[in-house]
């Protein structure tokens, strides 16, 4: 039995969906049993309940054989930080009680980092949580960028007719598209590879830097002179909370702009076949496209 957080999320709902392609039971966990409702269909057991309780997450993870974890969080919601704790502590928890012996973590490139990756702190904090259970074998997946932050461009490049965001426009970064992550996850969890503490990094395609992205965005949407604006200070603090970001979370995301911009979030393996996953922002950017047209 794998056991699958966030299951109807953008990782999650992959995972889910490879392994019962392979044949494999799945114990698929989320907020909604509606949501939920189409991998019941598929064939996973699903389990409903708030996935910051240590309670709910122990009984999910009892007897089974690995399980993908993560922290979920909402964009408009306030107390960032605070939240993401309590979601890693339940989980850290949950599997102390459970005596589950191996867990995959989604991290992020950056995870090493001390200081000044804002919202990828979280996740060094939840690495540091779950190697500290004894017995546990954690296999720490750290990915670049998704690609599929790009949708929220979507609507800035409608009304403004540019991309802005808080990056440099030439610090290329490893972008990943979320499926090429589920795959991963779904192949280790069937594989159960790993021993002790490891880390694999994945890290897309290739690196690309934001004004590259948006010149293929800009050729796939029809508009091949779509530019790109560095947002920077109160103005990138400001579009961000119009886009939706709670004002604790767009603070945290232009620091760790800026932290990447300088050059240091980088890979600590190097690219290499193993941690080079195949969807291209040429190909994503299709289904971009399709969903401006829709807009």
Same mark, same amino acid.
């Given at each position: 039995?794998?056991?699958?957080?966030?299951?109807?999320?953008?990782?999650?709902?992959?995972?889910?969906?490879?392994?019962?392609? %392979?044949? #494999?039971?799945?114990? /698929?966990?989320?907020?909604?049993?509606? +949501?939920?409702?189409?991998? $019941? *269909? !598929?064939? &996973?057991?699903?389990?409903?309940?708030?996935?910051?309780?240590?309670?709910?997450?122990?009984?999910?993870?009892?007897?089974?054989?690995?399980?993908?974890?993560?922290?979920?969080?909402?964009?408009?919601?306030?107390?960032?930080?605070?939240?993401?704790?309590?979601?890693?502590?339940?989980?850290?928890?949950?599997?102390?009680?459970?005596?589950?012996?191996?867990?995959?973590?989604?991290?992020?490139?950056?995870?090493?980092?001390?200081?000044?990756?804002?919202?990828?702190?979280?996740?060094?904090?939840?690495?540091?949580?779950?190697?500290?259970?004894?017995?546990?074998?954690?296999?720490?997946?750290?990915?670049?960028?998704?690609?599929?932050?790009?949708?929220?461009?979507?609507?800035?490049?409608?009304?403004?007719?540019?991309?802005?965001? %808080?990056? #440099?426009?030439?610090? /290329?970064?490893?972008?990943?598209?979320? +499926?090429?992550?589920?795959? $991963? *996850? !779904?192949? &280790?969890?069937?594989?159960?590879?790993?021993?002790?503490?490891?880390?694999?990094?994945?890290?897309?395609?290739?690196?690309?830097?934001?004004?590259?992205?948006?010149?293929?965005?800009?050729?796939?949407?029809?508009?091949?002179?779509?530019?790109?604006?560095?947002?920077?200070?109160?103005?990138?603090?400001?579009?961000?909370?119009?886009?939706?970001?709670?004002?604790?979370?767009?603070?945290?995301?232009?620091?760790?702009?800026?932290?990447?911009?300088?050059?240091?979030?980088?890979?600590?393996?190097?690219?290499?076949?193993?941690?080079?996953?195949?969807?291209?922002?040429?190909?994503?950017?299709?289904?971009?496209?399709?969903?401006?047209?829709?807009?």
């Amino acid at each position: 039995m794998y056991v699958v957080m966030g299951a109807t999320g953008r990782t999650g709902h992959r995972i889910v969906e490879q392994l019962l392609q %392979a044949g #494999a039971p799945v114990r /698929a966990l989320g907020r909604s049993r509606e +949501r939920l409702a189409p991998l $019941a *269909a !598929a064939g &996973a057991e699903i389990r409903v309940g708030d996935q910051a309780d240590a309670g709910f997450l122990a009984d999910a993870f009892k007897g089974a054989d690995a399980a993908y974890t993560l922290l979920p969080y909402e964009l408009g919601a306030r107390g960032y930080d605070a939240a993401q704790d309590r979601q890693g502590e339940a989980i850290a928890s949950a599997l102390r009680r459970s005596g589950l012996r191996h867990c995959i973590a989604l991290s992020s490139l950056g995870a090493d980092l001390a200081v000044g990756t804002g919202p990828i702190m979280s996740m060094r904090r939840q690495e540091q949580r779950l190697r500290d259970i004894e017995g546990l074998n954690l296999l720490v997946l750290r990915a670049g960028a998704f690609m599929e932050n790009f949708y929220g461009s979507l609507e800035v490049v409608r009304a403004l007719g540019f991309n802005g965001d %808080a990056f #440099a426009a030439d610090s /290329a970064m490893p972008m990943i598209a979320a +499926r090429d992550i589920g795959d $991963a *996850a !779904a192949q &280790a969890l069937l594989a159960r590879d790993w021993n002790g503490q490891v880390v694999r990094e994945l890290l897309g395609q290739r690196d690309l830097g934001y004004a590259e992205a948006t010149r293929i965005l800009g050729q796939r949407i029809g508009l091949p002179d779509l530019a790109y604006v560095r947002l920077e200070g109160r103005e990138a603090l400001d579009a961000l909370i119009q886009g939706g970001f709670a004002p604790d979370l767009a603070a945290l995301y232009v620091e760790l702009a800026h932290t990447i911009s300088a050059g240091k979030v980088r890979s600590l393996e190097g690219r290499n076949p193993g941690n080079t996953t195949p969807t291209s922002f040429e190909v994503f950017a299709e289904e971009l496209a399709e969903a401006y047209r829709a807009m």
